[in-house]
């Protein structure tokens, strides 16, 4: 009877992740054959795609599964070759159980620009996902594109993969699959606020106002675990010390108003300049600006120095 009930319990499982692919298909999230989606049945054993089928025609037993490794112990159909990226997340997070990866337009869109997805313009956006971090690129399939994700998987479950798309993490299939709906939109919105001049920031206060309200709907938010006083909720990301040298997001097309505001001083604080500033003249204008500006990102804060997450002293730049 157990032994039934196991199976049954699987099969339900196979059929919600086709109704996930059906979604994810359904919403334009995952052209053709793309994007991937996993489940953790136990310990060592993983349900997965298969590669080289539509998300939205999947029948329950044209899924995988394999180990914690990747290797393929059962299925008729060959897995997703980026099953590496579930299986390192779920590695780092013994509380995962399901991850959805795919292509949603609008989101991808800022993961290939490069841009940080602002804060403190929707509540909804901050309960339910918060900080979003963004992975360097790296050549998809295996490990080391794979690896990008550990510096910020421990305190987030949305991660845009840069110039690839986004990964979301979460406790069941419908969970991992919602949080990818929910940056999408949350992405769209933001792009059509271009046209209307922009979005238009809340502060700090409001800001922290919303994350305390996390726990009370289980949600996790590594910020209240480092203390929200004296954070700059709205300007720095959360990850910013976790970046590397040579890959650091920084706002071009969604720059919060403190930062605006830091920009239009230094601007203004500058001597009268020519015209037509020469190069030495321009470079020095260019700096002073910078300048101005990073002092009002860093707030004084320091740097960890480890280019890792998971810890407090990796956040130094926003807390």
């Given at each position: 009877?157990?032994?039934?009930?196991?199976?049954?319990?699987?099969?339900?499982?196979?059929?919600?992740?086709?109704?996930?692919?059906?979604?994810?298909?359904?919403?334009?999230?995952?052209a053709a054959?793309?994007?991937?989606?996993?489940?953790?049945?136990?310990?060592?054993?993983?349900?997965?795609?298969?590669?080289?089928?539509?998300?939205?025609?999947?029948?329950?037993?044209?899924?995988?599964?394999?180990?914690?490794?990747?290797?393929?112990?059962?299925?008729?159909?060959?897995?997703?070759?980026?099953?590496?990226?579930?299986?390192t997340?779920?590695?780092?997070?013994?509380d995962v159980?399901?991850?959805?990866?795919?292509?949603?337009?609008?989101?991808?869109?800022?993961?290939?620009?490069?841009?940080?997805?602002?804060k403190?313009?929707?509540?909804?956006?901050?309960?339910?996902?918060?900080?979003?971090?963004?992975?360097p690129?790296?050549?998809?399939?295996?490990?080391?594109?794979?690896?990008?994700?550990?510096?910020?998987?421990?305190?987030?479950?949305?991660?845009?993969?840069?110039?690839?798309?986004?990964?979301?993490?979460?406790?069941?299939?419908?969970?991992?699959?919602?949080?990818?709906?929910?940056i999408?939109?949350?992405?769209?919105?933001?792009?059509?606020?271009?046209?209307?001049?922009?979005?238009?920031?809340?502060?700090?206060?409001?800001?922290?106002?919303?994350?305390?309200?996390?726990?009370?709907?289980?949600?996790?938010?590594?910020?209240?675990?480092?203390g929200?006083?004296?954070?700059?909720?709205?300007?720095?990301?959360?990850?910013?010390?976790?970046?590397?040298?040579?890959?650091?997001p920084?706002?071009?097309?969604?720059?919060?108003?403190?930062?605006?505001?830091?920009?239009?001083q230094?601007?203004?604080?500058?001597?009268?300049?020519p015209?037509?500033?020469?190069?030495?003249?321009?470079?020095?204008?260019?700096?002073?600006?910078?300048?101005?500006?990073m002092?009002?990102?860093?707030?004084?804060?320091?740097s960890?120095?480890?280019?890792?997450?998971?810890?407090?002293?990796?956040?130094?730049?926003?807390?």
């Amino acid at each position: 009877m157990s032994v039934n009930g196991n199976f049954m319990g699987e099969w339900k499982l196979r059929e919600e992740m086709c109704e996930v692919g059906r979604r994810v298909y359904a919403k334009g999230f995952a052209a053709a054959n793309d994007g991937n989606i996993s489940y953790r049945l136990d310990e060592n054993r993983v349900l997965c795609t298969p590669t080289r089928v539509s998300k939205g025609f999947m029948k329950p037993d044209d899924l995988c599964i394999v180990d914690l490794d990747g290797n393929q112990v059962s299925g008729k159909r060959k897995r997703s070759s980026e099953i590496l990226l579930h299986l390192t997340i779920m590695k780092q997070r013994p509380d995962v159980r399901a991850v959805v990866h795919c292509h949603p337009p609008h989101a991808t869109a800022f993961a290939v620009a490069h841009e940080p997805i602002p804060k403190c313009t929707m509540p909804e956006f901050e309960v339910f996902l918060g900080e979003v971090a963004i992975t360097p690129y790296e050549t998809p399939g295996g490990q080391a594109f794979a690896d990008t994700v550990i510096p910020y998987i421990k305190d987030t479950d949305t991660i845009l993969l840069a110039n690839h798309g986004t990964v979301t993490a979460g406790s069941d299939l419908m969970d991992a699959y919602f949080k990818t709906e929910i940056i999408d939109a949350y992405c769209r919105i933001l792009i059509l606020t271009k046209s209307l001049g922009g979005p238009k920031y809340y502060n700090d206060a409001k800001a922290a106002e919303l994350i305390r309200l996390k726990p009370g709907i289980g949600v996790r938010d590594v910020r209240l675990e480092l203390g929200l006083e004296n954070c700059d909720l709205c300007g720095n990301s959360l990850f910013r010390e976790g970046y590397s040298e040579s890959f650091k997001p920084e706002p071009h097309a969604f720059i919060p108003d403190k930062f605006q505001q830091a920009v239009q001083q230094a601007a203004c604080a500058m001597p009268n300049q020519p015209a037509k500033a020469d190069g030495a003249e321009f470079e020095a204008m260019v700096q002073a600006i910078t300048d101005q500006v990073m002092r009002v990102m860093g707030g004084g804060a320091g740097s960890s120095g480890n280019g890792q997450a998971g810890g407090s002293g990796s956040y130094a730049g926003a807390c």
